[in-house]
């Protein structure tokens, strides 16, 4: 019997060593998982590893590398657990390496529709797996969650949890609570109901689910969210668009479980259409979109919320990367000092801060907000960007922006240019903290864009494609003048923003040229790393910001990295390529990225790696020959409403081309109507995600070319500096 207890003692050790939190794990020779796409529980994207310090960070070299199947965006953090690396890819595709040298062990093909691309606001892109013993978990853009063994790369079971009848897609990672596996959805750009997913790990049966926005029907769903709707959210909504539309509010990046307080945290995105006048005529903060909220985990059942942006209009979500800390705090600070009385008053009045359990949040609207996690209760909200213009702060005793009234264009029927804009002040690139500066590194970004209510009948025709958003696209688009065109692409910039939360304040910032730049990670070898839209690969100082480490990896960044050890040598990884919805909207992509080549690829690196990229493939110079412009001015202009509300989003903005979907200015289908009907509303290309829009008609589809002709002519008389040297 002594000897049992012995051995039974020892495995209780063992395991609590096991169970260290993140930022105590030792950092020795053993090896050093990078364990779910955010690190780890607290999904703080740091890790204790510091074999690669500021002291020699800059003799970092690429150990190994391998080439993706598709020039799309790739948006993984790839996960390092029990010697394997895994990634996924545009098309949801999985891969898995061995973590040391390289070796590909298995792959994974859903085989997804490429007509579901039409779906997919932002790109076909995946943001990454889950683990848990020896069982992988991933989404796919068509909506199935899919279970693989993670050694063999064997289905295990697949659930579908959308229905497809509907424009909804999966490209956030799903994670492990419990045992369960829960997942989100996108698809409010288009016009779906947003909900948060928990199946049962074993057999990926569904145990509970929430939606974010009401019943348009008025009726329970029978769902866990039913009793607060009931009580309390179905009231913040009046009538509007959204019960044709299903409102929107969908989750489709950031879900936290919080294992310390046994919380469930997720991100809410915007409504649908944006423009709350259409939405909800203009009436209610219509729950819970922009807001965090927590859930029971094992339940499902409402918890708290915050709103971060009442009554949403601008494309504001609040999905971005929910962060868990605890920081020391003052007493006096945020909207839960007020009205205490008695002994619990008195004993935070005799320290000058308290310890916190906090969450960390900086969404599209560009403040940082810390909140209180025990509660939901609003501790801070500071800007982490410059210029903010749709509120000028917030009011902490009601947790409330305070507006500016200009910005709510369906109320003064003027246009508004908000800054940030609907790709936001930062977007879903993971942003990261460092325990040990006390500074969260957030890839921020300075992309205004107009709203106004639509006048035009394309701009207010809604249906299942193209935006549905309920805003005029003539004012979001380039303007014609060159200089003013050239000035708005220059004023589309990017910036790694250090945030101090605690001093509510920018501790340093970098300027990027460009916006769009990639995800953080730091470490305690007092480093942050980012991937840059210019090709680029930095390491900073985590503490002053000193650039460290610039090396060129041929290929625009937007995934984040992340760092693992194995036998003893300590890791970085990371995905290359552009994608996403700015170059896909935007598709200037910052004016100077668009030059930079799109390649996707998973590049792996340690202090001393000599392996070195191939030679980049020849880039095409392009040639600028399209047809006469035969367009009457009215069809030119009809082409214009009809490219914004149907093919900007896949295409870029005013035809620009953005390297990855093909530059319709250059097309040779230009000079074909017939072949360019074929496509355009016949669908030939619908395999490759270019559907039909069967609801044109021939004079529209023609309107489309015309607009398009016009375009190509305008860009080479004017933007004569497309191919001038990149400064990055
Ligand atoms: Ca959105």
Not at 126 to 139: Q, W
Not at 253 to 277: K, R, T
Not at 600 to 614: A, D, E, H, Y
């Amino acid at each position: 019997m002594r000897r049992l207890g012995l051995f039974i003692a020892t495995c209780l050790l063992a395991a609590c060593q096991n169970q260290k939190t993140e930022q105590d794990a030792p950092v020795a020779e053993k090896d050093v998982a990078w364990s779910n796409v955010a690190y780890g529980s607290k999904e703080q994207r740091h890790s204790p590893l510091d074999q690669i310090n500021e002291s020699n960070v800059s003799d970092l070299g690429i150990a190994w590398f391998k080439d993706l199947p598709d020039a799309r965006g790739q948006e993984a953090t790839p996960v390092m657990v029990d010697g394997k690396l895994f990634i996924t890819t545009a098309w949801s595709k999985v891969f898995a390496y061995d973590a040391k040298t390289g070796k590909e062990l298995w792959s994974y093909d859903p085989e997804v529709d490429g007509s579901k691309a039409i779906d997919a606001c932002c790109d076909v892109v995946n943001r990454g797996v889950a683990i848990s013993r020896g069982r992988l978990f991933f989404g796919t853009l068509d909506g199935r969650l899919i279970a693989l063994d993670a050694n063999t790369g064997a289905r295990l079971w697949a659930s579908q949890t959308t229905d497809n009848s509907k424009p909804y897609t999966i490209t956030g990672a799903p994670r492990i609570v419990k045992n369960m596996v829960v997942i989100g959805n996108g698809g409010a750009e288009f016009g779906v109901r947003g909900y948060v997913s928990a199946y049962n790990i074993a057999d990926g049966s569904l145990k509970w689910r929430f939606y974010t926005v009401p019943n348009p029907e008025g009726k329970p769903d029978g769902a866990a969210s039913d009793e607060i709707f009931a009580k309390a959210a179905n009231k913040t909504w009046s009538d509007g668009a959204w019960k044709e539309s299903g409102g929107g509010g969908t989750v489709w990046d950031s879900i936290v479980y919080d294992e310390e307080l046994d919380q469930l945290y997720f991100g809410v995105g915007n409504g649908n259409p944006w423009n709350h006048g259409l939405r909800s005529g203009g009436e209610g903060d219509n729950l819970f979109l922009s807001s965090i909220v927590a859930v029971n985990p094992d339940t499902g059942k409402y918890l708290w919320h915050y709103q971060e942006t009442p009554a949403e209009t601008w494309d504001y979500t609040a999905t971005q990367s929910i962060i868990i800390a605890e920081i020391d705090w003052p007493v006096s600070g945020g909207s839960d000092a007020e009205g205490k009385e008695g002994e619990e008053a008195e004993s935070e009045k005799t320290a000058l801060t308290k310890r916190r359990k906090v969450l960390f949040h900086a969404p599209k609207n560009g403040f940082f907000f810390v909140i209180d996690r025990t509660n939901g209760r609003l501790l801070s909200a500071e800007p982490f960007v410059e210029n903010i213009n749709w509120a000028e702060g917030y009011d902490l005793k009601t947790g409330r922006p305070i507006e500016n009234p200009a910005a709510r264009f369906y109320k003064t029927g003027e246009p508004f240019i908000a800054i940030p804009g609907a790709l936001g002040a930062h977007n879903w690139h993971p942003m990261s903290y460092n325990p040990g500066t006390g500074l969260v590194y957030i890839p921020a970004q300075q992309v205004p864009q107009g709203y106004e209510v639509p006048s035009s009948e394309v701009d207010k025709s809604r249906g299942r494609q193209g935006f549905n958003v309920g805003v005029a696209w003539s004012i979001a688009q380039l303007p014609d003048d060159k200089e003013v065109y050239k000035a708005a692409i220059a004023s589309t910039t990017g910036q790694l923003v250090a945030f101090d939360p605690k001093a509510g304040k920018v501790a340093w910032s970098v300027d990027y040229p460009a916006a769009w730049n990639g995800g953080t990670m730091t470490t305690a070898g007092n480093l942050v790393f980012q991937g840059t839209s210019l090709g680029l690969f930095k390491a900073y100082a985590a503490d002053s910001g000193e650039e460290l480490l610039s090396m060129d990896v041929q290929s625009g960044v937007v995934a984040a990295p992340s760092t693992y050890m194995i036998d003893g040598v300590q890791y970085i990884a990371f995905l290359t390529s552009k994608g996403g919805a700015f170059p896909l909207t935007a598709g200037v992509a910052g004016g100077a990225s668009r030059q930079i080549p799109n390649i996707p690829r998973l590049i792996v690196m340690k202090l001393g790696g000599k392996t070195s990229l191939p030679a980049l493939p020849q880039q095409n110079e392009i040639v600028w020959d399209p047809p006469e412009p035969t367009g009457t001015p009215a069809q030119v202009a009809e082409g214009k409403a009809l490219y914004g509300r149907y093919c900007l989003v896949c295409h870029g903005d005013s035809a620009i081309g953005n390297g990855f979907t093909p530059d319709l200015r250059i097309s040779a289908t230009l000079a074909d109507a017939e072949t360019w009907s074929s496509i355009v509303s016949g669908g030939a290309l619908k395999d490759r995600g270019m559907v039909g829009f069967s609801q044109l008609t021939p004079a529209q589809v023609e309107s489309l070319r015309h607009y398009v002709i016009e375009r190509s002519h305008w860009t080479k008389e004017n933007v004569v500096d497309v191919t001038a040297p990149v400064a990055r």
